[in-house]
């Protein structure tokens, strides 16, 4: 997994909010595993490396943290882990 330094919580939240969808989640943590690699990540969750930077974007859009950026997809697996222990 990924062994990040917590971030600050108001990092990257101007865009209103750090809410992210189950398959949002799914992108994000195999995005992780497969060590920022969209084409590897396609090919984990059967989808296109496109389809994989399109979620990508669309996960920057709606949280305001980019997960392209080691720190930002850090932050977005230290969510994705802390939402899936609540459900």
């Known amino acids: 997994g990924c062994q990040c330094r ?3 919580a108001a990092a990257g939240t ?3 909010g ?5 398959r949002q989640r799914e992108i994000v943590l195999g995005y992780a595993e497969c060590s ?6 396609g090919r ?3 989808l ?3 389809t994989v ?5 669309q996960i920057k859009k709606s949280t305001g943290i980019d997960p392209r950026s080691f720190y930002g997809l850090c932050k977005l697996v230290q969510m994705a882990k802390e939402a ?3 459900a």
Do not use: C, F, I, W
Not at 18 to 22: A, I, V, Y
Not at 53 to 57: D, I, Q
């Open 6 to 8: 917590p971030l600050d």
């Open 14 to 16: 101007a865009q209103g």
């Open 18 to 22: 750090t809410h992210m969808t189950e």
């Open 36 to 41: 920022m690699n969209a084409v590897e990540t």
């Open 44 to 46: 984990k969750l059967y």
């Open 48 to 50: 296109s490396y496109v």
């Open 53 to 57: 930077g399109y979620h990508l974007n």
């Open 84 to 86: 899936a222990r609540q």
